[in-house]
T-cell receptor, first 115, second 114 residues
Framework: GQQLNQSPQSMFIQEGEDVSMNCTSS?????WLWYKQDPGEGPVLLIA?????ELTSNGRLTAQFGITRKDSFLNISASIPSDVGIYFC???????????????FGQGTILTVHP | EAQVTQNPRYLITVTGKKLTVTCSQN?????MSWYRQDPGLGLRQIYY???????DKGDVPEGYKVSRKEKRNFPLILESPSPNQTSLYFC?????????????FGPGTRLTVT
C-alpha cells in the first residue's frame, strides 16, 4: 500500500521555539491533513489542505500542500507546553474506487516542549 | 454533542476468546472505519464501510470482522484474538460524498491479548 514518511520521529524543544515537520509520499494525494493526538485521546484534525500549493494557517499553525501533491509540511510557531503530543500527517484520495475516504497516515512526530 | 464513542476503552483478554469492540456515531455519517495504531507505524486502516451493509477491507484486515447493520454502529469483531492484535484501536466516521469531509475519531480502545 501507499507509504507516508514523516519526519522527524521526535522533537525536544524549548518553549517559544518554532517547530517544523514534514511528510513525503511515494504517490499523489488529493487532500493532506494534519492531526494532533493527546495522550489517551483520538486524533483531532488541526488543518486540512485541499489544493496543491495551498498554504493554510490555524492560529500558530501553518501547513502547506506541496505542489507535486506528494508532500506537506506543518510549522508551529512560538511553541507552548500544551503543544506536546503526537502529530500525524495523513493523505486522502478523492472519490471513487476502494480508496475513497481512507486516510493513509505517517508514522507520527512526538513533540516534547520544555518550559 | 457530535461524537464517536467506543466501548470498552480498555480491554485485557486471553488468546482465542472472542471479543467485540463497539463503535457508535451520532452525526448520521455514512462512512465509518476502523484503524489500529502501533508505535512507529502510525494508524493503519483495518476495515471500512461506505453505508449500511456495505463493508470492505482496509490495509490490515486479517483476524478481524465487521458488520454494519445500522448507520450509527460499526462494531469490530475479533473471533480468535492473538497477541499480535494487541494495539490501540480507533473508530472514525465522516460524511460520504465528493468533498474531502473531515473524519472524526473516537477516543480509542486499548486492547491487550495475552
Amino acid at each position: 500500500g501507499q507509504q507516508l514518511n514523516q519526519s522527524p520521529q521526535s522533537m525536544f524543544i524549548q518553549e517559544g521555539e518554532d517547530v517544523s515537520m514534514n511528510c513525503t509520499s511515494s504517490s499523489i494525494f488529493n487532500t493532506w491533513l494534519w492531526y494532533k493526538q493527546d495522550p489517551g485521546e483520538g486524533p483531532v484534525l488541526l488543518i486540512a489542505l485541499y489544493k496543491a500549493g495551498e498554504l493554510t494557517s490555524n492560529g500558530r499553525l501553518t501547513a502547506q500542500f506541496g505542489i507535486t501533491r506528494k508532500d506537506s509540511f506543518l510549522n508551529i510557531s512560538a511553541s507552548i507546553p500544551s503543544d506536546v503530543g503526537i502529530y500525524f500527517c495523513a493523505g486522502q484520495l478523492g472519490a471513487g474506487g476502494t480508496s475513497y475516504g481512507k486516510l493513509t497516515f505517517g508514522q507520527g512526530t512526538i513533540l516534547t516542549v520544555h518550559p | 454533542e457530535a461524537q464517536v464513542t467506543q466501548n470498552p476503552r480498555y480491554l485485557i483478554t486471553v488468546t482465542g476468546k472472542k471479543l467485540t469492540v463497539t463503535c457508535s456515531q451520532n452525526m448520521n455519517h455514512e462512512y465509518m472505519s476502523w484503524y489500529r495504531q502501533d508505535p512507529g507505524l502510525g494508524l493503519r486502516q483495518i476495515y471500512y464501510s461506505m453505508n449500511v451493509e456495505v463493508t470492505d477491507k482496509g490495509d490490515v484486515p486479517e483476524g478481524y470482522k465487521v458488520s454494519r447493520k445500522e448507520k450509527r454502529n460499526f462494531p469490530l469483531i475479533l473471533e480468535s484474538p492473538s497477541p499480535n492484535q494487541t494495539s490501540l484501536y480507533f473508530c472514525a466516521s465522516r460524511l460520504y460524498g465528493d468533498s474531502p469531509y473531515e473524519q472524526y475519531f473516537g477516543p480509542g480502545t486499548r486492547l491487550t491479548v495475552t
